[in-house]
């Protein structure tokens, strides 16, 4: 089975302070995705990346940057944090960019921002 | 585009009786579609897809879905529902950007 593991199932940050979400799946999938979840919003897409050190941004970008320096590990990073940035935090992976291959998620981060 | 219409927020049933969850999409050719759910507390976990072939799609924990190419819809059902599957659901599609679409979710509520 797939394990996406993210490392903290809850974190509490301060206004302005750099955040780092980190996560890693076992599988060698070539594709990592960060998303947010916000209730009544569903997911929203943050980043994506299709290979080490590759990324793209998704629909919500502003705020954040990501990392990919080896294929098992996708960091999601908020350089200052900010109190509209307290939601939960998902990542995901999929073996290949086509259309056909489902995403396999981590349990989520919950972060709150003081 | 691509996008995904999960007309209701929230949907209450008695635990035994029978669930339809619903899912309407909108995308030009043949979506690539997916239904997932997350228990409280929990990433999401797929139970279902359909990519071609028979409309009728059985998936794990009981749930079926059928994609409908008519109605735009893949509805997601479970003839009996039990206590434990007080969750929220997602429907996904999958289309021309390789990214999939996630609807804005399902929360069911079950009822002793």
């Known amino acids: 089975d797939v394990k996406v593991t993210q490392s903290s199932r809850y974190l509490v940050k301060r206004t302005g302070e750099k955040v780092f979400l980190e996560c890693v799946q076992d599988m060698d999938h070539e594709n990592m995705f960060w998303y947010r979840q916000d209730p009544g919003l569903g997911l929203r897409l943050i980043y994506f990346?299709?290979?080490?050190?590759?990324?793209e941004k998704g629909d919500i970008p502003e705020g954040y940057s990501v990392s990919r320096e080896k294929k098992e590990r996708f960091s999601l990073i908020l350089e200052s944090a900010s109190t509209n940035q307290t939601s939960m935090y998902l990542c995901?992976?999929?073996?290949?960019?086509?259309?056909?291959?489902?995403?396999?998620f981590g349990d989520g981060t919950r972060l709150s921002i003081l | 585009a691509q996008s995904v219409t999960q007309p209701d927020i929230h949907i209450t049933v008695s635990e035994g009786a029978s669930l339809e969850l619903r899912c309407n999409y909108s995308y030009g050719a043949t979506p690539y579609l997916f239904w997932y759910v997350q228990s409280p507390g929990q990433g999401l976990q797929l139970l279902l897809k359909?990519?071609?072939?028979?409309?009728l799609v059985q998936g794990i924990k009981g749930f079926e879905a059928e994609f409908k190419r008519s109605q735009s819809s893949f509805n997601l059902r479970k003839p009996s529902v039990h206590w434990s599957d007080a969750a929220e659901y997602f429907c996904?599609?999958?289309?021309?950007?390789?990214?999939?679409?996630f609807g804005r979710g399902t929360s069911l509520i079950v009822h002793p």
């Open positions: 359909y990519f071609s072939g028979d409309t």
């Open positions: 990346s299709y290979d080490v050190k590759m990324k």
């Open positions: 995901a992976s999929s073996q290949q960019l086509t259309d056909n291959q489902p995403q396999h």
């Open positions: 996904a599609v999958g289309g021309g950007s390789y990214i999939p679409t």
